[in-house]
């Protein structure tokens, strides 16, 4: 595997190519494309059945029965009563996108079956992360008999315990790392249980209710009609799954393309109007334009307020409200943005004390609904787990991300003796704790990270598919690249190298730069979005891309779009192309 630095931006960014397939592993594959069959090889895929599936269109039969996940069956069997007895449902989701379009979606499968439906949506300030007991308690007040909580619920006892001394049963719905005490739900559903059979273990908190929504469906529908209802469902869970940054594989990137599909037909309102207001194309929306253009406006909401209208405008049927409610979101993400500018410098400066150190921790005024982005930025920025605590008086709460090899959940494991409570992931994870406790957290976080760093490297490292020549590259490879959409965490989209292009010409505006590179006689044109990395005229060098098919006044346009560290001094010769 050939490796490269990117220097001439400066960037620790270490670009591999990997290595080529022989003939022999092209024939396990099945397939008489060479440039094929490595994609799929190097995205683990290894029979001609698991490559088959990977490009088949995604159907509903592409979803394993929901009955197999652990607790399915007593969960349908409560919220069955519930529905045929009147009984009021609450849902109870969480803040961000994931728990949010998840309460949206089995709110919109409860109700199409007839059931009562409350749905609660925390305050990130006011309620905190989870089942809250005053919430409970207010649910308990207003009739509901059955509370079904998304993406939260798994560390729930004395919540749980608090409803069902309300007379409430509770269906809990998560997909969070899984403690050793379950609470004593009516039933848990979460695919990390250690006895739950459900073979898609990465689902998001709104995967999980969309196997509910599923095996609701089944239950009262026949096959066709209960598929086709679920099917109206998966934009909300492509949403989830998306927000969540969960891996696009197997039947989380089946859900995201035909909630992307769903999408495009315009079918719901809400998504219209906030692709209008996001300034994306609706009949070609892709995985990346909810990461990075509609699901930080639903998150905003939460973030900076009230989540409510995030999902108000995932469930309203009224264009005009739908475009007041998108037209807010909108504002609020670019107050989120300012805020956050103004935050990320004054920590930068902050975070560089800990320059060497094994972990960042700070503590201030920080607003816990920015935390997580916050220490996603040290993440990123110092390659080691970092977290941002928002100091109260008497009781602080944090967000902890880290870079990809650490485990968040085994290092807050080793730091639980100073919190009062914690969950997440082994990349994401939040807790509350004492305001007096913090220097003994941190102190207990810094030696817990110690324990994994050996194994990490600071260094960035992204593969590379493959070696191509400029003269390969056209519609035909845009079809091959975009039949590995939807793609993601887990499924990176392909990315290409061209050894010792020229850089021929270059335009230089407002936003992207747009480059021409040459090699030989072919040309094409050139993305990169950092004018300071843009190199003098006539400079050889590796060019590191991805390919994109634009539409530009009605004509198709290949663009080779680079990462911000994707021009390379000119490396090694070795590397063959395809």
């Known amino acids: 595997m050939s490796q490269a630095n990117s220097r001439l931006g400066g960037s620790a960014t270490r670009w591999r190519v990997a290595p080529r397939i022989d003939g022999r592993e092209q024939e396990l594959l099945g397939t008489d494309s060479l440039l094929t069959a490595q994609l799929l090889w190097n995205r683990s895929i290894r029979t001609a059945t698991e490559a088959g599936a ?22 349908v069997e409560r919220l069955s009563h519930a529905i045929q007895d009147g009984t009021p449902v609450a849902i109870y989701g969480d803040y961000d996108v994931d728990g949010m379009a998840g309460a949206a979606l089995l709110t919109e499968c409860l109700e199409s079956l007839g059931a009562s439906v409350l749905v609660y949506v925390p305050h990130r300030e006011r309620d905190g992360y989870g089942l809250n007991e005053g919430a409970v308690r207010s649910l308990a007040s207003k009739g509901a008999g059955v509370v079904v909580t998304v993406d939260c619920g798994i560390t729930a006892d ?35 249980q250690e006895q739950c059979d459900y073979p898609c273990k990465d689902l998001a908190g709104g995967g999980v209710a969309f196997q509910l929504a599923r095996a609701l469906l089944s239950r009262f529908l026949a096959g066709d009609e209960a598929d086709a209802r679920a099917l109206m469902l998966t934009d909300l869970a492509a949403l989830s799954t998306v927000a969540d940054v969960v891996p696009l594989i197997g039947e989380n990137r089946s859900l995201v393309a035909l909630g992307l599909g769903l999408m495009r037909s315009g079918a719901r309102t ?151 409570q914690y969950g997440g992931h082994p990349r994401a994870a939040g807790f509350a704790l004492k305001s007096e406790d913090i220097g003994q957290f941190r102190s207990a976080f810094e030696r817990a990270a110690q324990t994994q760093q050996p194994a990490i490297t600071k260094e960035r490292s992204q593969t590379v598919d493959a070696v191509l ?95 911000d560290d994707g021009l390379v001094s000119v490396g090694q010769d070795g590397d063959s192309a395809i």
Request: glycine share 10%; charged share 20%.
């Open 270 to 420: 809400g998504l219209r109007a906030l692709s209008e207001v996001a300034k994306r194309n609706l009949s070609s929306l892709s995985a990346r334009d909810l990461g990075f253009s509609l699901i930080p406006r639903l998150n905003a909401a939460g973030r900076m307020g009230e989540a409510q209208g995030a999902l108000d405008l995932l469930l309203t049927q009224d264009e005009e409200e739908a475009r007041i409610l998108a037209a807010q979101l909108d504002s609020t993400n670019g107050e989120r943005r300012r805020v956050m500018q103004e935050l990320a410098e004054g920590m930068v400066a902050e975070a560089a004390e800990f320059a060497g150190a094994s972990a960042i921790v700070l503590d201030g005024p920080y607003p816990i609904g920015l935390a997580g982005l916050l220490a996603a930025r040290l993440a990123d920025r110092w390659r080691v787990p970092s977290v941002v605590i928002q100091r109260g008086e008497t009781i602080s709460r944090g967000s902890a991300r880290g870079p990809e090899g650490f485990d968040l959940m085994s290092i807050l494991n080793g730091a639980s003796t100073s919190l009062l």
């Open 158 to 192: 004395r919540e749980v315990e608090v409803a069902a001394e309300l007379g409430m049963d509770v269906v809990v719905t998560d997909h969070h790392t899984v403690p050793a005490r379950l609470p004593s739900a009516a039933a848990v559903l979460n695919p990390h």
């Open 469 to 563: 020549r400029l003269r390969s590259i056209g519609p035909a490879l845009a079809d091959l690249v975009e039949r590995f959409e939807p793609s993601g965490e887990g499924n990176p989209p392909p990315t290409f190298v061209s050894r010792g292009v020229i850089v021929s010409q270059q335009v230089v505006g407002e936003g992207p730069v747009r480059l021409r590179v040459a090699d030989g006689e072919a040309t094409q044109r050139a993305i990169i979005f950092r004018p300071d990395q843009v190199p003098p005229n006539g400079t050889r060098l590796d060019l590191y891309y991805q390919v994109r098919r634009n539409l530009w006044q009605g004509d198709q346009q290949i663009d080779l779009v680079t990462e």
């Open 54 to 75: 990977f490009l088949a269109p995604p159907s509903m039969s592409s979803f394993g029965d929901p009955f197999r996940m652990l607790g399915m069956a007593a969960a």
